[in-house]
């Protein structure tokens, strides 16, 4: 079946330090990778997406790119600002998008 | 807009009983989610509707668990005899449709209820 696995945390890093926070999953056929952030106290946000392999997804200085060879949708940011901190989710959908496979979260705490 | 709104945003509750969560989806997205994330691990799937049918309720983990969308708007997700095992947040999601391709299909996520039964 279908699941995702991403680092365990959480990851502390200094403001201005690059992040890399690693996701693989196992799919039975060609899923859309997620990447979803959740703030503290606030519900879950889309922060990226790629939807076939090569592609790259980025937003707010976020980047991560669906590596089919690898199965793998690692996220990345040049430097991290305190207000970064949060829990990650990586995440998969078969083309239906009816329904995720979220990994187990990653919490990311910034340090000033 | 309002987004999506889950009441309460906590319950606490007694081993044997009953509970009923509410979700209030964005306007007019036909499709709705429910999740559970249990403390420390990524959100689980549940159950998915379209419209006011259950579309795919596989994620149900057994027959106490059963929810309802009955003219296809707000839905209650409704917990028979509770468990300690029950304690999670449950989480609500809405999208515009249910397939097809992006941006259609972005879920949008409410808050959560967190459920402790003791």
């Known amino acids: 079946g279908d699941s995702v696995t991403q680092m365990e945390g959480p990851v502390t890093l200094s403001e201005e330090a690059f992040l890399t926070i690693n996701c693989t999953y196992t799919a039975t056929g060609y899923p859309s990778l997620f990447w979803y952030v959740q703030y503290p106290g606030e519900g879950l946000q889309l922060l990226l997406k790629?939807?076939?392999?090569?592609d790259k997804g980025s937003n707010k200085g976020f980047e991560a790119t669906y590596r089919k060879e690898t199965t793998s949708f690692h996220l990345e940011k040049g430097s991290v600002q305190v207000s970064d901190s949060a829990v990650y989710f990586c995440?998969?959908?078969?083309?239906?998008?009816?329904?995720?496979?979220f990994g187990s979260g990653t919490k990311l705490n910034v340090k000033p | 807009g309002a987004g999506v709104s889950q009441t309460p945003s906590n319950k606490v509750t007694e081993k044997g009983k009953y509970v009923e969560l509410r979700c209030d989806p964005i306007s007019g997205h036909t499709a709705l989610y429910w999740y559970r994330q249990s403390l420390g691990q990524g959100p689980e799937f549940l159950i998915y509707?379209?419209?006011?049918?259950?579309?795919?309720d596989s994620g149900l983990p057994n027959d106490r668990f059963f929810a309802v969308r009955p003219e296809g708007s707000v839905s209650t997700l409704k917990i028979q005899r509770t468990e300690r095992g029950d304690s999670a947040v449950y989480l609500c999601?809405?999208?515009?449709?249910?397939?097809?391709?992006?941006?259609?299909?972005?879920?949008?996520f409410g808050p959560g209820t967190r459920l402790t039964v003791l």
């Open positions: 509707f379209q419209g006011t049918g259950a579309a795919d």
């Open positions: 995440a998969l959908s078969e083309n239906n998008f009816n329904k995720f496979y």
């Open positions: 790629a939807t076939k392999a090569d």
């Open positions: 999601a809405s999208s515009p449709l249910a397939g097809g391709t992006l941006p259609y299909n972005e879920q949008f």
